[in-house]
């Protein structure tokens, strides 16, 4: 006969009940921590071919500023730069030619020396697109005519003498030129 009362066997049964609900969040723990190793692998390798991208681009920045591709302008085609391997990703690097439609210079059209010189800066406003841009640099400034005058690579003349200076603009597929009287 069976004793009702007796605690006989209880404690197997509270061990079987704490071994299956450990069981459980082990698994439960286990595959989160997979899920979790998957997801950073994944993450890491997104990161580090984002960042090869970013010194790819960097780097032919650098290239355009250095001189490496400095002459992309004048080529219809797209041009290539071989960029350094980066996080074990590599690749290359293409500068594509800006589609350039419209480029003026702006700036004052009479300056006047004060001491037997004078500079002044000069910008080129470009449309791309529909869009205006303004900027100094990036542009291929040249003096075309005038004595005296030299003009550096941000846009700024520099005249020594009473003249008429006519400075031009290149950028991509674009040129413009600017008359201007140095007093």
């Not at 605690?7 to 595959?31: C, D, H, N, P, Y």
């Not at 993450?43 to 580090?48: A, E, L, M, N, Y």
């Not at 032919?60 to 085609?77: E, R």
């Not at 290539?80 to 500068?95: D, S």
């Amino acid at each position: 006969m069976i004793d009702l009362r007796s605690e006989r066997g209880q404690t197997l049964v509270l061990v079987l009940v704490l071994v299956m609900a450990f069981s459980l969040v082990v698994t439960a723990v286990l595959g989160l921590s997979s899920a979790t190793a998957t997801a950073n692998q994944r993450t890491t390798g997104i990161v580090r071919q984002r960042e090869a991208a970013e010194a790819a681009t960097e780097f032919g920045i650098q290239s355009v500023k250095s001189g490496t591709a400095k002459d992309f302008a004048a080529v219809p085609a797209p041009v290539t730069v071989g960029a350094p391997v980066v996080n074990g990703e590599g690749g290359n690097v293409t500068i594509t030619q800006r589609n350039v439609t419209a480029l003026v210079v702006s700036g004052p059209a009479t300056i006047t020396r004060v001491a037997g010189t004078v500079t002044q800066a000069y910008t080129a406003q470009f449309t791309e697109n529909a869009t205006t841009y303004v900027l100094p640099y990036g542009v291929a400034w040249a003096i075309v005519s005038g004595a005296g005058a030299t003009i550096a690579q941000n846009g700024a003349l520099t005249a020594t003498v009473a003249t008429t200076v006519v400075i031009s603009a290149t950028l991509a597929n674009a040129t413009a030129t600017f008359s201007i009287t140095v007093n």
